[in-house]
């Protein structure tokens, strides 16, 4: 599960927040989380949060990271190794931002989230 919020505005720096938790028992280990802001007409921006790189089963973090432009859709990728399956994994979903105040900035889901093998690639 995966929460986002913000100050600012697209096209402004700003803000975000990100929450996010990690529903089942096992450890997840080597955990990267990445963002990418995409604005109409613009190029795309990513953005590396600052999480741990251990992530406990039913454990929640916040994490929060100031970035130069935020764009009107972002792209979430959480990837880490899953003792489960003995691999990477990538969860990746798609929110669009709603402007709910002057200053702050909403998302919401755009898309159904996935989950795939974690190709090291970048987050798109």
Not at 7 to 17: K, V, Y
Not at 31 to 42: I, N, T, Y
Not at 46 to 51: E, G
Not at 67 to 87: E, H, K, N, Y
Request: aromatic content about 8%; some cysteine.
């Amino acid at each position: 599960m995966v929460r986002l919020g913000g100050n600012g505005r697209p096209g402004q720096s700003g803000t975000i927040r990100v929450g996010f938790g990690h529903p089942g028992t096992e450890t997840l280990t080597d955990a990267k989380m990445q963002l990418v802001f995409s604005l109409a007409g613009k190029q795309a921006l990513p953005a590396d949060m600052p999480i741990p790189p251990v992530v406990a089963g039913n454990q929640y973090l916040t994490a929060t990271i100031q970035v130069p432009t935020l764009g009107d859709q972002v792209i979430v990728c959480f990837s880490a190794f899953d003792p489960r399956v003995s691999q990477r994994r990538r969860w990746r979903q798609v929110f669009m931002s709603s402007q709910s105040s002057p200053v702050y900035l909403a998302f919401n889901a755009g898309s159904e989230a996935t989950l795939t093998p974690d190709s090291n690639g970048p987050c798109q």
